[in-house]
């Protein structure tokens, strides 16, 4: 059974940093998509960061473009786990962050439905 559990939120002032984890189990992500999104109060869930198998057999990070530079996605094979470090913390950034992933070559990686493990998400409060 495919489980995946998000850890490091928090609350943090705004200009802070944190670094969520979201380690998988029940199989090997090695060839998995692992993405990153988050869900403010009354919106939906908006991509963040992917950590994905490319087609060249190699890993790709791609990120939304509004928080490109601020956040950074990176995998532990070994531990079969995704990070994802946030810097400069806005208030804007306050959201449940949630782990999603997917097997094998995922092109549409902004798109929250083609994932098909989700974790329980974890709650990251930036304060002004």
């Known amino acids: 059974q495919v489980q995946l559990v998000e850890s490091g939120g928090g609350l943090v002032q705004a200009g802070g940093s944190l670094r969520l984890s979201c380690a998988a189990s029940?199989?090997?992500?090695?060839?998995?998509?692992m993405g990153w999104f988050r869900q403010a109060p009354g919106k939906g869930r908006e991509f963040v960061a992917v950590h994905r198998w490319s087609r060249d057999i190699t890993y790709v990070a791609n990120y939304a473009d509004s928080l490109r530079g601020r956040f950074t996605i990176s995998r532990d094979i070994a531990k079969n786990t995704v990070y994802l470090q946030m810097n400069s913390l806005k208030p804007e950034d306050t959201a449940v962050y949630f782990c999603g992933s997917r097997e094998g070559v995922l092109t549409d990686y902004s798109i929250s439905s083609y994932y098909d493990y989700w974790g329980q998400g974890t709650q990251v409060t930036v304060s002004s």
């Open positions: 029940g199989r090997t992500f090695r060839n998995y998509a």
